[in-house]
């Protein structure tokens, strides 16, 4: 199995920053894709960022210019850079990785517990 820890949302004001990060653990015997998503209320999850292992990245067009999405291959953690953050960023976001663990023969998606994130002022 695979674990993802996320961290570092928070009430912030609105034009602030916040940077989150999720940690996976676990049998991993290889990280693939990672991605934030993030839900509001009675609606479907959307995909903020994606990342490869490879490094490439993606974003949705509501978040582009103002999120990075960024990895550290090492840690097995990945970070999303939130800036020029506006009242509508506000909901949980969720991590997400394809990964392989060392007793598993095909990848699986695993997700975190979200963190919460809220912008007001």
């Known amino acids: 199995q695979v674990q993802l820890v996320e961290s570092g949302g928070g009430l912030v004001q609105p034009g602030g920053s916040l940077r989150l990060s999720c940690a996976a653990s676990?049998?991993?015997?290889?990280?693939?894709?990672m991605a934030w998503y993030r839900q509001a209320p009675g609606k479907q999850r959307e995909l903020v960022a994606t990342?490869?292992?490879?490094?490439?990245?993606n974003y949705a067009d509501s978040v582009k210019g103002r999120f990075t999405i960024t990895r550290d291959n090492a840690k097995n953690t990945t970070y999303l850079q939130m800036n020029s953050l506006k009242p509508e960023d506000t909901t949980d976001y969720y991590c997400?990785?394809?990964?392989?663990?060392?007793?598993?023969?095909?990848?699986?998606?695993?997700w975190g517990q979200g963190t919460q994130v809220t912008v007001s002022s």
């Open positions: 997400k990785t394809i990964a392989r663990t060392t007793v598993q023969p095909t990848s699986r998606h695993y």
């Open positions: 676990g049998s991993i015997f290889s990280i693939y894709a």
């Open positions: 990342i490869t292992s490879g490094g490439s990245t």
